[in-house]
């Protein structure tokens, strides 16, 4: 990802954990041949109240406990392995020596009230509310409050300002395998429609198609990365307006590329920035050539127009996550680069002050 979710964001993040730690308070009372504590004492205290009216939540936990009561003791180890082990978020994203059990690992006679719980308690993000604000609402105003107004898996699309139609929330460890996450916000990252629906889908954040375990970014902590087109190669791409383009290589600078791998796999990041940079480069010039006219002249060298490129980026683009400028300004230090090559770089400039001389 490019850049974080500030921690603020988790301040509403209890829903998850105080059901947990219910489930577990039942489970325990079970294994010693007791019967759960009775409701609503079982809810943790600092939450009673409010999970109390909550009226679909009482029957789920019995259904759960009343299906945990009939496994046997290899069976019911399996289960609280399997919870103990998906909750163990976002240690769970980076350490890829720790097994992580789906929902097909537990056993059968559990999955079916495991589900509804599941469902049932992501749904309730929407519906419990603090100070007149539902949870899920809380999560993102503290994200937009903070700066957060760009997907940061992508950095193309914006995303919906509170008060219009909810952004969507993405289960990193999908709800479908890992239900005893699903309501946990460090797990459920705001992203774009493109992100979330066209890409990401049901992906396992946690295995690739091979089965192989592999590792993320937490969306709280990182790493991030920083976009690169090193490598990429002037007039070698794809033709676009009667131009041959740049034949682009994307790059990732950060920490570890383990989990910019995993990045560009679930979210399809490489091919979407190409994509991107054939769409917009012809644009871009052109407002660099109007730009130069206005700034520094018409009339000027091919020299001259290179020259200007540094400035261009420093004064204008500014390198930030607005109206894609990070991968605008990426494409112009391409740009820069490709001017002083000692083959081509006489024709690049050539190209660049050409569209300085038709600029209108």
């Known amino acids: 990802m490019l850049f974080t979710f500030p921690p603020e964001a988790l301040s ?34 600092d939450k009673r109240d409010v999970l109390r009216r909550r009226t679909g939540l009482r029957p789920k936990l019995i259904a759960f406990w009343d299906r945990y009561t009939d496994l046997l003791p290899a069976d019911r180890t399996c289960l609280r392995d399997a919870i103990a082990r ?48 539902a949870l ?23 995303f919906q300002p509170v008060g219009t139609k ?11 395998k890992y239900p005893f996450v699903s309501a946990d916000f460090k797990n459920l990252p705001p992203t ?11 992906q396992d954040i946690l295995f690739d198609d091979a089965g192989a375990r592999r590792s993320c970014s937490d969306p709280y902590a990182g790493p991030v990365y920083r976009v690169n087109l090193n490598g990429s190669v002037f007039g070698e791409g794809n033709e676009v307006q009667g131009f041959i383009l740049p034949k682009w290589q994307i790059g990732f600078d950060g920490p570890t590329a383990q989990q910019a791998e995993t990045w560009d796999a679930v979210y399809n990041i490489k091919s979407r920035l190409v994509s991107n940079l054939d769409a917009d480069l ?27 490129l540094p400035r261009y980026i420093e004064n204008v683009i500014q390198d930030n996550f607005e109206d894609r400028a990070f991968l605008k300004a990426e494409a112009f230090r391409f740009l820069n680069r490709s001017c002083v090559d000692p083959i081509n770089g006489s024709e690049i400039k050539e190209w660049l002050w050409g569209f300085v001389e038709y600029a209108v």
Not at 166 to 176: E, K, T, V, Y
Not at 286 to 294: E, I, N, R
């Open 86 to 133: 998906q909750t163990n978020v976002p240690i769970v994203y980076s350490d890829v020596s720790l097994p992580c059990p789906c929902l097909d690992d537990i056993p059968a006679e559990m999955q079916g009230a495991v589900k509804a719980l599941s469902e049932y308690l992501f749904g309730q993000l929407g519906e419990i509310k603090e100070d007149g604000k």
């Open 282 to 308: 012809l644009s871009w010039v052109k407002h660099f050539a109007l730009w130069f006219v206005k700034e520094v002249g018409a009339g000027k060298s091919p020299e001259e127009v290179a020259e200007a």
């Open 12 to 45: 509403c993040n209890w829903v998850n954990q105080k059901v947990t730690e219910a489930l577990n308070a039942g489970m325990d009372a079970i294994d010693v041949g007791q019967a759960p504590p009775a409701w609503p004492g079982i809810l943790p205290a």
């Open 166 to 176: 909810r952004n969507a929330l993405d289960h990193l460890m999908p709800i479908s």
């Open 136 to 158: 899920r609402d809380i999560q993102f105003e503290t994200c937009q409050n903070h700066g957060v107004r760009i997907c940061p898996y992508c950095g193309l699309d914006y």
């Open 192 to 202: 774009c429609h493109s992100c979330n629906s066209l890409y990401k889908l049901d």
